[in-house]
């Protein structure tokens, strides 16, 4: 059973940093990439961040270009977003998902996801 579980949210306030995890388990079978994405509360979803499993190249919404760093350790089967500079727009619930075929990424729909994590920006 595939399962990617989140961790890393919490409360910062703004100009902070949090760094994020994805844990991902239970996947016997190949994928294409990794990515990050959030949801707020009355927007649509966004899509951040995206890795390739081989080839480890990573995406980048321009939204957050400059701002959020993707990276993997495929050792521990976890995938990490670094987020510097928050902002209180960055407010959201964020999530990690699994791509099994080719196709552009951050901002798609993702085939597995995991539960969130709550990152919230405020002083």
């Known amino acids: 059973q595939v399962q990617l579980v989140e961790s890393g949210g919490g409360l910062v306030q703004p100009g902070g940093s949090l760094r994020l995890s994805c844990a991902v388990s239970?996947?016997?079978?190949?994928?294409?990439?990794i990515g990050w994405f959030r949801q707020a509360p009355g927007k649509e979803r966004q899509g951040l961040s995206c890795?390739?499993?081989?080839?480890?190249?990573?995406y980048d919404d321009l939204s957050v270009k400059g701002r959020f760093t993707i990276s993997r350790d495929n050792a521990k089967n976890t995938i990490y977003l670094q987020l510097n500079n928050l902002k209180p727009e960055d407010t959201a619930v964020y999530y990690c998902?699994?791509?099994?075929?080719?196709?552009?990424?951050?901002?798609?729909?993702?085939?597995?996801w995991g539960q969130g994590t709550q990152v919230t920006v405020s002083s």
């Open positions: 998902g699994v791509l099994i075929d080719v196709r552009p990424c951050p901002n798609t729909n993702y085939d597995y």
């Open positions: 890795i390739e499993k081989v080839r480890g190249r990573s």
């Open positions: 239970g996947f016997t079978g190949d994928y294409y990439a």
